[in-house]
Every structure is written in structure tokens, then in C-alpha cells.
């Protein structure tokens, strides 16, 4: 499959029905497309793989928020300037994923243990954030928190933008990225990635490993759920698993922390990259 091929492939699945909305950013669609053609001697068996793999990506955000109704109510409650609306607003979305809903009852004290790790001033990247940029409108805040947040989907991320632009507390950017290919190089206090790593090893065996190694940041926190979304399968014995491997020999201090849905890990650099 010739490079011209490849690209009118990454355009028809841009545009379809399915993906048209999400804004996938064409990074991720040539990285699959890269792997794919590698692992594959026939080309339809590529074809296939890559479409596997982008709906076990894409797969959380189907069912998601109606972005432009959201928008406009998210406006309207930002302009109010009324904390408890905002707040109210921020739990609405929050409950509308299962992830972010599972964290609500404990979010208060899953922040607080985070922040209490740091010093007051502190800076985060928010890698894969999914819906997380909304516990801001809920929880205390350190006296001056930098946030970004990186996500590969075009509508959320615009959103996240617009709560960012309110009066929250907080200097905030948001962008679409794909950060298994392009990961933030900038020096920061902390990265969060939540219940995330286990669908990125799907995606690239070792993916954890070669992100936790490039990012340039003191501390990393990392959460995994604790049992399937059935409830049925503990999970936490397979996700301590893949923690320890992706940081063998690696020179980090790894502690831990249970809440109700997840368990942190928290990864110290001492002198940020290893």
C-alpha cells in the first residue's frame, strides 16, 4: 500500500459516520496505519487491524456528551459566575462517563491525596484526560495550579477550553493530541493519566513504559481500575502487574493508593527524566 493509498484510507475513516464528529487527529490514524503495515502481509488483514484498534480507542468516547448543547449551557453557567451552578454543571458531565462517575463519590480525597504530594504551586499535564478537567469545578484547588490537558478528541477538548477560559481558579489550556506519538517534553510538577494505561497497551505493547520514560515530570500519577466494568473480575492483581513492568529499571520511587473504583500509583523522578 502506497503512501497515496494510506492517506485517502485516513480520510474516508476521518469522514465516516462513525468518526466524522471526533476530530481524530490524523497523527493517530497514521500511527496505526504505520504499525498495522508492519505486523501484516496482506493489506486487508492491516485494513482490519486498524480499524480493531481505533474502535477500542474511540469506543469510550461513542455515547458521549451532545457537545454543542453542552457548550452553550456551559456558557451560560460560566457567565453566571455562581460556583454552586458551575459546580452542579462540572457533576452532570462528570456522571455522563462511567470513568469520571465512578470517581465522584471519592473525588474529594483522591485530589486532595494528589495535591498533598506536592508543594502549593504546583503544574500538571493531564494526559488522555477524558472528561477529569470538570473535578476543578468541584474540588479545593492549590493557590496556583497551571493545567493542561491533552485529549484526541476534537469536541471534548474544546469544551475543556471553554471551562478553562471561565473564572475557576485555574490557568489552563487544552489540545488535541495523540501523546503515544507526540509526548509533552515540558518540565511540569505532574502528569496524571487515568485508568488509561491498560487500553494503551492494547494499542502498543509497551506503550506505558516508553511515555512514563519520555515524560519530563517529578512526579506521575497513575490510576487503574480495580475491576472490570461488570464488576465481576478484580482487576488489581493484572494492573500491579503491568505498573512494576512498565517501570522496571527504570529509576522511580512507586507507592500506592486505594480508593473505592482505582488504585493510584505514584511515580517519584527524583530529577524528572530517568
Known amino acids: 500500500m502506497n503512501p497515496n493509498e494510506i492517506d485517502a484510507l485516513i480520510k474516508k475513516i476521518t469522514f465516516s459516520k462513525k468518526y466524522r464528529s ?65 459546580a452542579a454543571l462540572c457533576t452532570l458531565f462528570l456522571k455522563g462517563h462511567h470513568s469520571t462517575a465512578e470517581r465522584l463519590p471519592y473525588a474529594n480525597s483522591f485530589y486532595a ?66 501523546i503515544l506519538v507526540r509526548p509533552p517534553q515540558e518540565h511540569v510538577d505532574a502528569v496524571f493519566l487515568f485508568k488509561e494505561a491498560h487500553r494503551m497497551e492494547k494499542r502498543r505493547s509497551g506503550a506505558t513504559r516508553d511515555l512514563i520514560a519520555a515524560l519530563n515530570a517529578k512526579h506521575i500519577f497513575l490510576s487503574l481500575p480495580n475491576r472490570s466494568l461488570n464488576g465481576r473480575f478484580d482487576l488489581s492483581e493484572r494492573m500491579m502487574r503491568l505498573v512494576e513492568g512498565s517501570i522496571e529499571g527504570l529509576k522511580l520511587r512507586l507507592s500506592t493508593k486505594e480508593f473505592q473504583s482505582e488504585t493510584l500509583y505514584h511515580l517519584e523522578k527524583p530529577h524528572g527524566k530517568t
Open 22 to 86: 471526533m476530530g481524530i487527529p490524523q497523527e493517530t490514524l497514521q500511527d496505526l496505519f504505520m504499525q498495522e503495515m508492519e505486523r501484516h502481509n496482506k493489506e486487508g488483514d492491516a485494513i482490519q487491524a486498524v480499524k480493531g484498534k481505533l474502535h477500542n480507542i474511540m469506543a469510550p468516547y461513542l455515547g458521549d456528551l451532545e457537545y454543542p448543547e453542552a457548550s452553550q449551557t456551559l456558557e451560560a453557567t460560566l457567565a453566571s459566575r455562581d460556583k454552586e451552578a458551575i
Open 113 to 178: 491525596y494528589i495535591f498533598s504530594q506536592m508543594d502549593g504551586t504546583c503544574s500538571v499535564l493531564d494526559l488522555t484526560c477524558g472528561l477529569n478537567p470538570f473535578f476543578l469545578g468541584l474540588i479545593d484547588l492549590p493557590t496556583a495550579l497551571t493545567y493542561t490537558a491533552f485529549d484526541i478528541h476534537a469536541p471534548r477538548i474544546r469544551l475543556i477550553a471553554q471551562l478553562f477560559a471561565g473564572d475557576i481558579g485555574v490557568m489552563g489550556n487544552a489540545e488535541t493530541r495523540d
